[in-house]
């Protein structure tokens, strides 16, 4: 099948990125066709992406949409998926193209103003739909813009709803957990429209055991900002009376806070902030430490990268947002505290830390749970399935209009 990919990046960011090369890369293995339409270059990891992406175009500011249409006339897929996308005009050409879209749904961008579904001073998760409230008196229209020189950007709600109604078109949407179902359902999205492929990270070998040895290594995994909650993290860390070590693995525009932080707390002796590191460097990490820490404070739409954790065997700490739940079952194969709450976040690391015995039977179960629930094969599956039942719909369709 002839696959065109579009997304608003090209080259590794953060977790959409990964799944976005992982996923056209074992497609391509497969057989398919592989097309990609993106964004700007990210700087990191670009090669990679060559390799899989050798039939591609970027976006031009002058006129997205003469390109879109250009690569589709180029690449003629039969099927179109799109991941990160929030161009309006180039939303509503992928609507009219008569090309089938699915969209990979990976965060909160499509339905909320600010983005992350919780409030910036208050940190209150959102369980409201897109609405007037969004404007007074949640102030969404005011958001951040990490990629301009002006830190703020003016958001319109009746441009959030136009490109709502805008994915009502397409002919999927694809989400990893219920949580975001539920999300989509919440916006008007028809359940037929809704469908579950959750992008489990692809497992190229037998991951090797975590060591669990005596150095109490606590490994973060992810960007640091402030929505992931490295600054309360580094609050409940401050709480563990027992030795240990923490690395932080990763970059964003919230690492100089939380390194002040650190500093602040006592814990720099403790506490290593290592920036962005590949993959494969990220489980040399997971193979030294004794458990895994997920400090998102807004509702995870899912959070692979605690999945990624459970592969080696570690147990993952994480608070109770979002979809974290349907993966990180509480007591079993890790602990989920409650939102934001730092004393019972620092108790579940040192249950971990003093018994290694619990925390390698909870790593084995969690090992053995996701191998078992979350499975690449069946995710590379569905998805060729999904892509199979649209086209040919499509197909029916332009036969029997």
Not at 98 to 112: F, I, K, Q, S, T
Not at 160 to 172: D, G, M, P, Q, S
Not at 174 to 191: Q, S
Request: a neutral charge; glycine letters at 6%; proline letters at 4%.
């Amino acid at each position: 099948m002839r696959l065109l990919f579009v997304h608003d990046r090209f080259g590794a960011l953060a977790g959409a990125e990964v799944n976005v090369l992982l996923t056209a890369t074992e497609l391509q293995r497969r057989g398919h066709n592989i097309s990609l339409v993106h964004g700007p270059c990210t700087g990191k990891d670009e090669q990679a992406w060559r390799d899989t992406f050798q039939r591609r175009l970027e976006f031009t500011s002058s006129d997205p949409v003469a390109l879109l249409r250009s690569a589709i006339e180029a690449f003629s897929p039969e099927a179109i998926f799109v991941h990160k996308m929030s161009d309006l005009d180039v939303i509503e050409a992928l609507s009219t193209c008569g090309v089938p879209v699915a969209r990979m749904v990976h965060d909160h961008d499509l339905y909320c103003m600010r983005g992350y579904k919780y409030h910036y001073f208050s940190r209150q998760i959102c369980t409201r739909a897109a609405s007037p409230f969004c404007i007074f008196p949640c102030g969404a229209s005011l958001a951040r813009d990490p990629h301009s020189r002006f830190p703020l950007r003016w958001v319109g709600y009746l441009d959030k709803r136009r490109e709502i109604e805008l994915n009502r078109r397409f002919a999927r949407m694809i989400v990893a957990t219920d949580y975001m179902r539920d999300e989509l359902l919440r916006n008007g999205f028809l359940p037929a429209q809704i469908e579950t492929h959750a992008p489990v990270p692809m497992v190229a070998d037998k991951k090797e055991p975590s060591s669990f040895d005596a150095r109490n290594r606590i490994v973060y995994a992810g960007q640091i900002v402030r929505g992931k909650g490295v600054d309360i993290l580094l609050e409940a860390l401050a709480l563990v009376t027992v030795p240990f070590e923490c690395v932080i693995l990763g970059d964003g525009n919230h690492r100089a806070y939380c390194e002040r932080l650190s500093r602040t707390l006592g814990l720099a002796d403790r506490v290593k902030f290592a920036g962005f590191v590949s993959q494969e460097k990220v489980a040399g990490f997971y193979r030294d430490a004794s458990l895994a820490v997920m400090s998102s404070v807004w509702p995870e739409p899912f959070g692979a990268v605690g999945l990624e954790a459970m592969r080696h065997g570690l147990p993952v700490v994480a608070f109770d947002a979002g979809g974290i739940r349907e993966w990180l079952i509480d007591g079993v194969t890790g602990y989920l505290a409650p939102w934001m709450d730092c004393a019972r976040y620092a108790a579940c690391v040192e249950i971990f830390l003093k018994d290694k015995a619990l925390a390698r039977e909870m790593g084995a179960r969690g090992r053995q749970w996701v191998d078992q629930r979350f499975n690449f094969e069946n995710y590379i599956r569905g998805l060729e399935e999904m892509f199979t039942r649209v086209t040919s719909a499509s197909l029916a369709e332009t036969v029997h209009p």
